[in-house]
């Protein structure tokens, strides 16, 4: 008798703490991210991420733009985890993720699709369903009307509309960003393409490593600056800590992730420049340099 009551009260615990997981996984992206993900170790740069896309997705940053490495976990919040979370909590709104390839976007999608249609999330949003024609990767609803669709850049967007934009680094390396011709295509889809597609009220968030201060994200920033454009809250964690960490790193500390390093990467390669005394090139300086997470 004692050992039924106490594996009664084992029990009733246990069950209390999953719908307090579950409760908190609705409510905020990275406890969602580690209850469908349960290996998952978020950084400290997690944490502050996840602050950021949790205020994008309540209305009160619209406009949001994050600097960081890569092989630093920005794709599998930003593009993977935010989308599906997003859409539990808004299934009958619009979401578009935009990426330098068509494969890698596609990607994106099939692990957005696989995520909402997985028992984890059902059990978060019992609710929310994919529809019955939902086989495709890159364009899909949910079973309440919401949309997803996902594209390499210079792609269309005939016929759909984005309460949520994600640009997922628009340009594939250094290679890219040096080129003129593809920094001019970037920008003329952005706005003649992404920009015009956004429905009253929608939200942009533009995720990237930063090659070069003419990259969309400075292009972005000089009219901010100028006052001839849009109001961007930003969020820069460079490899290395800069002044005014939003981290509260010392100058030159790093972030405390371990990505892997290959001697090209911007990572490797911001090492051997801050050795120089030149600025980071995984976060370079725009015009008027932006130091950390602010509206802008």
Excluded at 200 to 224: C, F, H, N, Y
Excluded at 277 to 288: F, H, T, V
Aim: hydrophobic share 35%; with cysteine.
């Amino acid at each position: 008798m004692m050992n039924s009551a106490h594996l009664r009260k084992q029990a009733q615990q246990a069950a209390r703490t999953e719908l307090a997981r579950r409760a908190a996984a609705r409510d905020g992206l990275l406890d969602f991210t580690r209850y469908t993900m349960p290996n998952y170790k978020p950084g400290a740069h997690h944490h502050l991420l996840c602050e950021k896309l949790n205020a994008v997705e309540r209305g009160s940053i619209t406009r949001l733009m994050v600097f960081m490495p890569p092989r630093h976990g920005k794709s599998e919040l930003t593009s993977k985890r935010f989308p599906a979370w997003y859409l539990g909590r808004n299934p009958k709104k619009q979401v578009v993720c935009a990426s330098y390839g068509a494969s890698l976007a596609q990607d994106f999608g099939r692990d957005v699709r696989n995520l909402v249609a997985s028992r984890r999330f059902s059990s978060l949003f019992p609710t929310v369903t994919l529809a019955a024609d939902s086989s495709a990767k890159d364009a899909w609803h949910t079973g309440q009307g919401g949309l997803y669709a996902s594209m390499g850049l210079g792609g269309g967007l005939t016929g759909k509309g984005a309460d949520l934009a994600i640009v997922d680094d628009p340009v594939k390396d250094r290679q890219e960003a040096e080129s003129p011709a593809r920094r001019a295509a970037v920008w003329d889809w952005y706005r003649a393409v992404l920009r015009t597609r956004l429905m009253p009220g929608g939200a942009i968030v533009l995720v990237m490593t930063r090659w070069s201060p003419d990259d969309l994200a400075g292009r972005l920033l000089d009219e901010m600056h100028s006052g001839t454009g849009e109001e961007w809250e930003i969020l820069s964690l460079p490899a290395l800590a800069e002044e005014a960490d939003p981290l509260h790193r010392i100058p030159g500390a790093a972030s405390g992730h371990k990505p892997s390093r290959s001697r090209n990467s911007p990572v490797s390669a911001s090492l051997s420049a801050r050795g120089n005394g030149a600025p980071s090139i995984s976060n370079p300086p725009s015009r008027r340099k932006v130091h950390c997470s602010r509206r802008a």
